[in-house]
């Protein structure tokens, strides 16, 4: 079946760096990535939607300053938080689509950061 | 907007019996797709199994089985024949419209006692 890979799988960096997130479809061409947000025992919170080679859209609220998402290829989708701060702490969870999504959606394990 | 909701924020079945989590969806759409997941501890999203909106008969795949009802904008999910490594959470999600966004519901905890 359809597999993405998600890397790192857990990531500590000190307040003020940029933390990069790696999402890769391994076995078909994601046209749609979804970035997500999730905080314990509370449901995904979508964050921003990403085509191949346009920008990406970001849910109302999400700083896209902040967040930056890059969608190259029909493989790769990173998203990459700026100036962390510890309040960015939390687990972010990718998911992709081969363009028709009502044929299903596959996540990444997902990525625990913690701004120390 | 298009929204679910999940009135159950637990639930706990006994191993071996039948439970059903309950999700209503609100939306204007008529074409639309349903998802029923399940994150284990891992939290890795698991799909459990998928309805398509102009498709009347219910979607199963093995001791999962959801009761659809278009006109109620109900989507409930029936597990038989529990098992241990059902615990979990469960989220009912909805997509539709031209940007294939999942929009989700806040989630129904699962127990399972042995």
């Known amino acids: 079946g359809a597999v993405v890979s998600q890397h790192p799988s857990r990531v500590i960096c000190k307040s003020g760096t940029s933390v990069k997130i790696e999402c890769r479809s391994l076995?078909?061409?994601?046209?749609?990535m979804f970035w997500y947000r999730q905080f314990p025992k509370q449901s995904l919170m979508l964050m921003a939607t990403?085509?191949?080679?346009?920008?990406?859209?970001?849910e109302q609220g999400v700083e896209k300053d902040k967040f930056l998402i890059n969608h190259a290829s029909l493989t790769l989708s990173t998203l990459t938080v700026t100036s962390a701060h510890p309040e960015d702490s939390s687990f972010y969870i990718c998911?992709?689509?081969?363009?028709?999504?009502?044929?299903?959606?596959?996540f990444g394990s997902g990525t625990r950061l913690t701004v120390v | 907007a298009q929204t679910v909701t999940q009135s159950q924020p637990e639930m706990s079945v006994q191993e071996a019996e039948t439970v059903t989590l309950s999700c209503t969806y609100d939306?204007?759409?008529?074409?639309?797709?349903l998802f029923w997941y399940k994150q284990p501890p891992s939290r890795q999203m698991i799909l459990v199994i998928r309805?398509?909106?102009?498709?009347?008969q219910n979607a199963t795949e093995n001791r999962f089985s959801v009761n659809f009802q278009k006109a109620a904008k109900s989507f409930s999910l029936k597990i038989s024949d529990s098992q241990l490594g059902d615990a979990a959470m469960y989220f009912c999600?909805?997509?539709?419209?031209?940007?294939?966004?999942?929009?989700f519901g806040k989630g129904t905890l699962l127990t399972v006692n042995p």
């Open positions: 998911s992709a689509t081969p363009g028709l999504g009502f044929y299903g959606y596959t």
């Open positions: 076995d078909f061409q994601a046209t749609t």
């Open positions: 990403s085509n191949e080679g346009s920008k990406a859209t970001y």
């Open positions: 939306t204007s759409e008529s074409d639309y797709y």
């Open positions: 309805q398509e909106a102009y498709k009347q």
């Open positions: 999600a909805y997509s539709g419209g031209s940007n294939y966004k999942l929009t």
